[in-house]
């Protein structure tokens, strides 16, 4: 019989910065091992993972306050420093899982 290769939901297993307990696999975090999902794991390893981020399908995704683009994170980033009101078409522009 073979394994799935998604961790399934009921597990245990959180990751520490998106909650989403499903991922084809576990990477290191600043807590240690196994502790981002994959998509997390691989924004934090190239140094790219602000609390802004999220991917879609996180059960704290927020259209309002998060996005899965890198682009879309640092815009709202700049507009929050300069005190700009984001936009409400940008939440349609967010792709999802």
């Keep these: 019989m073979k394994k799935s290769s998604l961790t399934e ?9 998106c909650q989403v307990q499903k991922t ?7 807590l240690g091992p196994k502790t981002l999902c994959n998509a997390c794991g691989v924004r934090y390893k190239s140094g790219r993972l602000y609390p802004e981020y999220r991917p879609a399908c996180s059960p704290t995704f927020s259209q ?32 999802t899982c």
């Design 9 to 17: 939901p009921g597990s245990g297993r959180r990751c520490t910065h």
């Design 24 to 30: 084809p696999q576990w990477r290191a975090g600043p």
């Design 64 to 95: 309002e306050v998060h996005s899965n683009s890198h682009r879309k994170v640092l815009e709202m980033r700049r507009k929050k420093e300069t005190g700009e009101v984001i936009e409400p078409g940008l939440a349609s522009m967010i792709s």
